[in-house]
């Protein structure tokens, strides 16, 4: 190839006209993306819902993916992905735009608000478990779901039963079974049930807001409509307020697929659990954030969690400009999508990277630390300017909470079961729906 010649595009397939490899994306998503890791190294092409996309993976992948002059988040989703999350929210906006809209949601993750949380965080795990060791050997996954979505929403509504909840707690999983569903827009496709369910999610969150506007309360939803924007002064609009609830509630769904790894390594490694629970107890039992973020152990453990728990195969962005990147060129225009799992498993950075080890995070192996982006499971950078995750401390909190809980208050019992992740669902969930025994200590 002569100086004058231009990059080869990334190596990989493209599939059948329209629909490319959609079906097989589909059908494993994260399976798509390890095979073509595999296969082809850090960037590979195909084309999803007719659309041309690189699919980019590891450390040098998420730092590009996180460069708003060479991504942009604005028209990288596809359509039917954009509309069930509610149109022009935070993973769609980039510039001013975003930095402006995070600014208003910022608001309800300040760590004096989290601080707040954590007694309403601690009552929803204590309910939770309870309900769980009443039944005696029982499958916990929906108790699991539905203490990640009663506890988000109680934190940021205030509200924690009743109609209004049951409802939302019915259409979440219909709105996410709907972003991995063909866009098909007939009547009884999981698609149409999704948008309907958002319709109801949206309504609910509206009248929400016309509650909070009318009576202020100092949760979530408040702390956002109290705030005003750095430029003009001006508050968010009730339709931006109602987005980006709805964004915090489907980003929130991360917790209870990390709670499932917890359960899984519970099983196969008393000993580690041992540790944690001794550094449990010597917190006092109404620790709060600052007290429960310092414990070292439980730190480790939450990021290798965070690290090891297949949540996402992929994040959408689009190519601002053409972008050289490994030896490759990316047109502009087409989809970016940044390989959200299998970065956390560059054996170049983390040594055994299927093994679950947290002390590959403790000093002095300390591995994240060998690329400012090898560790960003709710992103990198500076949070109020990149599109790291408004709730990277809340999410890891709630499950962290639930922990304590569960190590303070209960022996656990992991019966051996099938652990394999049905990866036609997102977030995928263990084939045996975590089968669990506790016992009041």
């Given at each position: 190839m002569s100086q004058a010649d231009p990059l080869p595009l990334p190596p990989g397939r493209g599939g059948p006209p329209i629909i490319g490899?959609?079906?097989?994306?589909?059908?494993?998503?994260l399976g798509f993306v390890e095979r073509g890791v595999a296969e082809h190294g850090p960037v590979f092409r195909t084309s999803l819902l007719g659309k041309k996309?690189?699919?980019?993976?590891?450390?040098?992948?998420?730092?590009?993916?996180?460069?708003?002059?060479?991504?942009?988040?604005?028209?990288?989703?596809?359509?039917?992905v954009q509309t069930l999350f509610a149109g022009e929210v935070l993973p769609a906006l980039d510039g001013e735009a975003h930095r402006e809209r995070k600014h208003f949601v910022l608001s309800a993750f300040s760590h004096e608000a989290l601080e707040s949380y954590v007694p309403k965080i601690r009552a929803h795990?204590?309910?939770?478990?309870?309900?769980?060791?009443?039944?005696?050997?029982?499958?916990?996954?929906?108790?699991?779901?539905?203490?990640?979505?009663?506890?988000?929403?109680?934190?940021?509504?205030?509200?924690?039963?009743g109609p209004t909840i049951e409802q939302l707690l019915?259409?979440?999983?219909?709105?996410?079974?709907?972003?991995?569903?063909?866009?098909?827009?007939?009547?009884?496709?999981?698609?149409?049930?999704?948008?309907?369910?958002?319709?109801?999610?949206?309504?609910a969150f509206g009248a929400e807001v016309e509650r909070h506007r009318a009576a202020p309360r100092d949760d979530g939803l408040g702390r956002i409509l109290a705030a005003r924007s750095p430029r003009d002064?001006?508050?968010?609009?009730?339709?931006?307020?109602?987005?980006?609830?709805?964004?915090?509630?489907?980003?929130?769904?991360?917790?209870?697929c990390w709670l499932v790894s917890v359960f899984k390594e519970i099983g196969r490694r008393p000993e580690l659990f041992g540790k944690l629970r001794a550094e449990a107890l010597a917190l006092p039992p109404d620790a709060g954030f600052s007290a429960i973020d310092a414990a070292p152990l439980m730190s480790h453990a939450m990021m290798e969690v965070m690290r090891h728990t297949?949540?996402?195969?992929?994040?959408?962005?689009?190519a601002a400009t053409e972008i050289t990147f490994e030896g490759h060129r990316i047109p502009k225009g087409w989809m970016i999508l940044w390989g959200w799992s299998s970065s956390h498993h560059e054996p170049s950075v983390y040594r055994d990277p299927a093994s679950f080890d947290p002390e590959r995070f403790a000093?002095?192996?300390?591995e994240h630390a060998q690329h400012p982006c090898a560790f960003a499971p709710q992103g990198s950078g500076d949070v109020a300017r990149t599109h790291k995750c408004v709730g990277y401390e809340l999410a890891p909190l709630m499950a962290k909470v639930f922990v304590l809980e569960l190590l303070r208050g209960y022996?656990?019992?992991?019966p051996e079961q099938d652990w394999s992740f049905d990866k036609a669902r997102l977030p995928p969930a263990p084939r045996s729906r975590v089968l669990v025994r506790l016992g009041a200590r």
């Open positions: 490899e959609t079906l097989r994306f589909l059908k494993d998503g996309a690189a699919v980019i993976s590891g450390p040098e992948a998420t730092a590009l993916f996180n460069d708003e002059t060479r991504v942009a988040r604005r028209g990288g989703m596809p359509p039917n795990a204590r309910r939770t478990l309870a309900a769980i060791a009443a039944r005696g050997e029982t499958q916990a996954l929906p108790e699991l779901q539905r203490f990640t979505l009663a506890t988000i929403l109680d934190l940021m509504l205030d509200v924690s039963e019915a259409d979440y999983p219909r709105i996410i079974d709907g972003l991995i569903a063909l866009p098909v827009p007939l009547p009884g496709t999981a698609y149409t049930r999704a948008k309907k369910a958002l319709a109801r999610a949206l309504a002064g001006r508050a968010i609009t009730d339709e931006e307020a109602k987005g980006e609830l709805h964004h915090v509630v489907i980003a929130g769904f991360i917790v209870w297949p949540v996402l195969p992929i994040v959408f962005g689009k000093p002095p192996r300390s022996e656990v019992q992991v």
